[in-house]
């Protein structure tokens, strides 16, 4: 049986580095925002529309609607009358189930913990980190932010985004210990230290 791993991270936190590390170690694939061109793949949708609705919260008196649709399955009629939110969420859940199928690997984000609930070869991790390695790696990533209060704001404004996405989609809360098997702490042991280490 084969072992998905997915990475859920608070901006800042070194998520994306520390899922390609995971998925450098034991030699398999890692998607994060190339996963966005499978979906454009696999959909038929552009890459544009795909990465405007990326992780982005839509209106939430259609939670039902979609949750419903996506449940008990959607024919072509239900599917064409959605709002393209809706679409794209529905093209990304069924692209990382696809890629879940494949074989082993990384997804960072875009709710993969919930999108394959129903596997059990499943590991759910979730990074987080202080706000000095935040505003750190932050502020060294992004040139245009030069100030410790413009790192923070951006960290705020993405975190919201990602929590508002993840608990309007899902039944369980962002960055909540008891929603992930796990929860890493970057600040405390490092990127490279938090899973790759020497078995």
Not at 33 to 44: N, P, T
Not at 84 to 100: E, G, N, P, R
Not at 164 to 186: E, L, M, Q
Request: with cysteine.
């Amino acid at each position: 049986m084969h072992t998905i791993i997915t990475v859920g991270r608070q901006f800042g936190s070194g998520g994306h580095e520390i899922g390609q590390l995971v998925a450098d170690h034991y030699g398999i694939k890692c998607y994060d925002k190339d996963l966005l061109a499978k979906v454009a793949e696999q959909s038929g949708f552009c890459k544009e529309m795909i990465q405007q609705q990326d992780e982005r919260p839509t209106n939430s008196f259609l939670y039902n609607l979609v949750m419903d649709t996506y449940s008990f399955g959607y024919n072509a009629s239900s599917f064409v009358d959605m709002p393209m939110s809706q679409k794209v969420f529905l093209a990304q859940f069924d692209t990382i189930k696809k890629l879940a199928e494949e074989g082993p690997c990384v997804i960072v984000g875009r709710c993969a913990d919930y999108a394959l609930s129903d596997r059990r070869d499943v590991l759910n991790l979730f990074i987080h980190a202080n706000e000095d390695f935040k505003v750190h790696y932050i502020m060294k990533r992004f040139q245009d932010i030069d100030t410790r209060q413009k790192a923070i704001d951006f960290m705020n404004k993405k975190d919201k985004q990602r929590q508002s996405y993840y608990n309007y989609y899902t039944s369980k809360k962002w960055g909540r210990a008891d929603t992930y098997d796990f929860t890493i702490s970057a600040s405390t042991f490092g990127m490279i230290s938090a899973f790759c280490c020497q078995s």
